[in-house]
């Protein structure tokens, strides 16, 4: 007897609507509306119709809901060639696995445009024009974004990874509180004895390193610490540039015990600069990393190296991609906000601040 034979589910894999809902007792017009996220179906006919679907392997005719809605079916990531690195970082690769999820299990697809750096703004038109997408999820959000409003004034739905200093409209978004997790970091170096506790920060025209210089500066403040701005460096989060901040501030008369370092890669090349001066990291220098919890770089096994402030950016992908399906389907229930919060976690690269 062959396999197909014995399970009855899966002479199901080409299910179409007519047959779920025959199956559920209900029209194929509540399945529809149900399985598109429309508002008027409640949560438990919901429910169970997602259910049956997962169950009976039903797979949406993409076609025919195209036709019949309006609708293209899939959401646009536009990325300026200035910031195409971003699409090499671990960090990105993540927020799209986590976002990929919800689009796959939603029947969307993702459509990924890398323009010219002048020529963002068209492309998000052109999208609009061609009705190519839905909505879009916007990277790299940075101080007074004039994206925000060119998106609001085309009518596309948005949601943003990160918030925009400046922007006093309200608009969808996603972020981490970066300021109370460099606040943390800070503030525990301080309580293990660390005065001179340095800054390793990404750009800062990007939002998301204004609110962390902001916790980290709050933390000093606290504890009556003057900043030295010797000891705050800003660039691109990468291992070089990690490694080439801590070189030169470990190289002053005064040198900081202590590093706050933005990224895991930045975290490396810090470690890099303390271990070449002879240093051991957590003994003779202390280090605390932000976003340690990545599926292709991670920080240790069992026992972390780096001291970390956790946020799980492949969760902000996903939650980013069910707010933004949300919004396409019910465009009136917007502007949505989520404000995730960093755990610290403890690792081998921190301890008491060295006796002189």
């Known amino acids: 007897m062959s396999l197909r034979n014995r399970d009855p589910l899966a002479n199901k894999i080409a299910m179409n609507l007519k047959e779920l809902a025959q199956k559920l007792n209900l029209s ?135 918030r925009a200093t400046g922007i006093e409209t309200d608009y969808s978004w996603v972020d981490v509180n970066n300021r109370r997790a460099f606040l943390r970091a800070t503030e525990f170096l301080l309580d293990l004895g660390h005065a001179r506790v340095a800054l390793v920060n990404g750009r800062e025209d990007m939002d998301f390193a204004i609110r962390r210089r902001t916790g980290y500066l709050d933390a000093l403040a606290g504890r009556t610490i003057a900043a030295d701005p010797a000891l705050m460096a800003s660039d691109e989060m990468t291992e070089l540039s990690g490694y080439r901040a801590a070189k030169h501030m470990l190289a002053l008369d005064n040198p900081p015990t202590a590093f706050v370092a933005a990224s895991m890669l930045s975290g490396m090349g810090v470690r890099r600069a303390i271990e070449g001066q002879g240093l051991k990291l957590g003994r003779d220098v202390s280090v605390i990393i932000f976003d340690d919890e990545l599926s292709y770089l991670r920080n240790g096994d069992e026992l972390p190296i780096f001291t970390a402030t956790r946020s799980s950016v492949r969760d902000a992908g996903r939650i980013a991609a069910e707010m933004l399906l949300a919004l396409i389907a019910d465009p009136a229930q917007g502007p949505l906000h989520r404000l995730l919060e960093a755990d610290l976690i403890l690792g081998q690269s921190t301890g008491p601040a060295p006796r002189k």
């Open 28 to 162: 194929p017009t509540t399945v529809s509306r149900a399985l598109n996220g429309y508002p008027e179906v409640n949560d438990v006919t919901r429910e169970r119709i997602v259910a049956a679907a997962k169950r009976y392997n039903y797979r949406p005719n993409t076609r025919a809901i195209r036709l019949a809605t309006g609708r293209a079916l899939a959401v646009g990531h536009v990325f300026p060639v200035a910031t195409k690195s971003e699409i090499m970082n671990p960090i990105f690769a993540d927020f799209i696995a986590g976002a990929g999820e919800i689009y796959a299990a939603n029947g969307y697809d993702m459509l990924l445009s890398v323009v010219a750096d002048d020529a963002e703004a068209a492309a998000y038109r052109d999208l609009k024009s061609r009705g190519a997408v839905d909505g879009v999820i916007v990277h790299a959000v940075r101080t007074y974004d004039p994206r925000i409003e060119s998106l609001r004034a085309l009518g596309l739905p948005f949601v943003t990874h990160g």
